[in-house]
Nanobody, 125 residues
């Protein structure tokens, strides 16, 4: 059974940085792992994902150039480095994993079946 545990959220002023971590257990094969976020009253959206086997990455349009996703294979951990944060980045951030997500659009929320509990990111202006 896959378990995902997020950490690293918090509050920061606009222009600041945060790094989120997602530790995974129960993964025995290469998989798509990544970050999604949901703001109050909005649908959950894809932020950034990575395929652990090849390192291929995809980013949402609103974060490309500001956020970087990476994977530490020995630690089975995915990181999201978030720079130049904006108030509109405020949301609950969730880690997700699924080996078959790449069959369609890898940032599609519906492609992921294993989820963490989420970590809150708040950016003040």
């Amino acid at each position: 059974q896959v378990q995902l545990v997020e950490s690293g959220g918090g509050s920061v002023q606009a222009g600041g940085s945060l790094r989120l971590s997602c530790g995974a257990s129960g993964l025995t094969y290469s998989t798509w792992m990544g970050w999604f976020r949901q703001a109050p009253g909005k649908e959950r959206e894809g932020v950034a994902v990575i395929y652990t086997g090849t390192g291929s990455t995809y980013y949402g349009d609103s974060v490309r150039g500001r956020f970087t996703i990476s994977h530490d294979s020995p630690k089975n951990t995915v990181y999201l480095q978030m720079n130049s944060l904006r108030p509109e980045d405020t949301a609950m951030y969730y880690c997700a994993a699924d080996p078959a997500a790449g069959r369609g659009w890898p940032l599609d929320v519906r492609a992921y079946h294993d989820w963490g509990q989420g970590t809150q990111v708040t950016v003040s202006s």
